[in-house]
């Protein structure tokens, strides 16, 4: 659980996981702003269309997240965290993503995961 794993294996998971997670981005009064987006990878990042707002929010503030919840009944979620850089502008603005961490996370109520003061099992991908 705690060996560093590669960009190739955050990329199978998200595969796995499929092309539309949430982009969570931070907006001016500091609340986050979630939205729909389908992404593709470009090399070792993640390109992604979206509104104004998210645009607005990855260039002001491009410390970002994307989430795809669980594919199963008690699975794990996909949480990427990444630098945010928007690319181009208007209606052709996307939003590049350098992963900067990844996790498969699901709540757990298990002893162990009560011993280790975390509350959840974890498994990260790259970090």
């Known amino acids: ?40 990878w470009q090399g070792d990042r993640i390109l992604t269309r979206t509104g104004t707002r998210s645009v607005a929010n990855a260039d002001a503030r491009p410390l970002l997240s994307l989430l795809w919840p669980p594919i199963e009944a008690g699975g794990y979620s996909l949480i990427v965290d990444g630098d ?14 350098t992963p900067t961490r990844g996790v498969l996370h699901r709540p757990d109520t298990s002893a162990a995961s009560a011993a280790r003061g975390c509350g959840s099992d974890c498994i990260p991908l790259l970090s």
């Open 84 to 97: 945010g850089c928007v690319i181009g502008s208007g209606a052709d603005a996307r939003i590049s993503v």
């Open 1 to 40: 659980m705690s060996e560093m794993l590669s960009i190739d294996r955050l990329r199978a998971e998200s595969a796995r996981f499929g092309t539309s997670p949430y982009l969570l981005t931070q907006g001016n009064d500091g609340r986050p702003h979630a939205v729909a987006v389908s992404i593709e």
